[in-house]
């Protein structure tokens, strides 16, 4: 289920739209404080984070800063129920993904929540490039990066993330990666797996305790989930 931040101090109006977004199908955690909201999006993993302007306790300026110096790569999409053009470039400026009054009709609302998400979680691939959220992998040059900074894989991480990206949306067992990624047969213990997917998601994941991408599938093996 996508997972979306709404970080909002008006209960009217929050209210409203945590109910049009749960009946899409998505799951809501609410916010009504910056500073609160700031945390739980440091702490947490989202798919999304819905971003008021004018906050009490840290505004919502100074928190997408914030995220983006962070590391926080979830689409931010902030509210304000001013119309001002630089109100507007600055929010873009600091990071935000799109900008949207309050008084806009709600079906606007949910149409750019729903192209943040697409654009967000595409996967964009090429013979020689593959990327998903901030990370981007070239093949070619065996080089991966991470909202533009150079991350550091071992040959066997490598080819980890390149066999998980081939096939990338399904499920894959520690049987077959062992096959596949270290040509090992059944002698060699699934535990190996397990510890080389850990180094990747501390590599990969803004937060490898609850992976956005890099999941584990309990009784079934891992899924790159993009």
């Known amino acids: 289920m996508t997972r979306i931040l709404f970080i909002e101090d008006e209960p009217a109006f ?9 009946a899409d199908g998505y799951d809501i955690r609410w916010e009504s404080n910056g500073s609160a909201g700031y945390q739980v999006a440091c702490a947490n ?9 004018s906050l009490p306790g840290k505004n919502g300026f100074d928190i997408c800063r ?3 110096r962070d590391g926080v790569s979830a689409p931010v999409l902030m509210l ?7 109100d507007r470039v600055l929010g873009l400026k600091l990071g935000a993904d ?14 750019r929540i ?17 990327s998903f959220g901030d990370i981007r992998v070239d093949f070619r040059q065996h080089e991966v990066s991470r909202a533009g900074a150079a991350v550091v ?8 993330l390149e066999y998980l990206l081939e096939r990338r949306g399904n499920v894959v067992t520690r049987e077959e990666l062992l096959e596949n990624v ?23 994941e803004a937060d490898p305790r609850y992976p956005r991408f890099l999941l584990t599938i309990k009784g079934a093996g891992y899924k790159l989930a993009v």
């Open 14 to 22: 929050a209210i409203g739209v945590i109910d049009r977004l749960r």
């Open 45 to 53: 993993p989202f798919d999304l984070i819905l971003l008021d302007v």
């Open 66 to 68: 914030d995220l983006r």
């Open 80 to 86: 304000t129920a001013r119309g001002e053009v630089i």
């Open 98 to 111: 799109d900008y949207v009054q309050k008084n806009c009709e709600p079906i606007e609302l949910m149409a």
């Open 114 to 130: 729903e192209a943040l998400l697409r654009r967000s979680q595409s996967v964009v691939t090429s013979p020689e490039i593959a």
């Open 153 to 160: 894989l071992t040959p066997i991480e490598f080819r980890l």
């Open 182 to 204: 270290w040509s090992a047969d059944g002698g060699m213990l699934s535990r190996t797996v397990d510890v080389h997917v850990a180094g990747l998601r501390k590599k990969i």
